[in-house]
Nanobody, 125 residues
């Protein structure tokens, strides 16, 4: 059974940092592109970060560029999202995802075929 499990979310104050992890199991993810998405109440799920299979290429939208960093440890089948300088607008449920179709990373939600259950991040002002 393929499973992605996020951890590390929580309630923080504006300006704080969080590091989230996503542990994958059930298959080998080392050749998959991995990504993080988020969904705030009443809004569509949006792209946050993506990383290629090797970790050599990363992608971010302007809204988080310079504040968020995605990384991965293929030996541990785990992907991370370091979030710094958090702001109230970062409040959302954060989802980890993997794409068996793309190896160089993708911002397209439709390219991801495995998803975690999500973890809540709340940033108070």
């Amino acid at each position: 059974q393929v499973e992605l499990v996020e951890s590390g979310g929580g309630l923080v104050q504006a300006g704080d940092s969080l590091r989230m992890s996503c542990a994958a199991s059930g298959r080998t993810f080392s050749s998959d592109a991995m990504g993080w998405f988020r969904q705030a109440p009443g809004k569509e799920r949006e792209f946050v970060a993506a990383i290629s299979w090797s970790g050599g290429d990363t992608y971010y939208p302007d809204s988080v560029k310079g504040r968020f960093t995605i990384s991965r440890d293929n030996a541990k089948n785990t992907v991370y999202l370091q979030m710094n300088s958090l702001a109230p607008e970062d409040t959302a449920v954060y989802y980890c995802a993997s794409s068996s179709r793309v190896i160089f990373g993708t911002t397209s939600i439709g390219e991801y075929d495995y998803w975690g259950q999500g973890t809540q991040v709340t940033v108070s002002s």
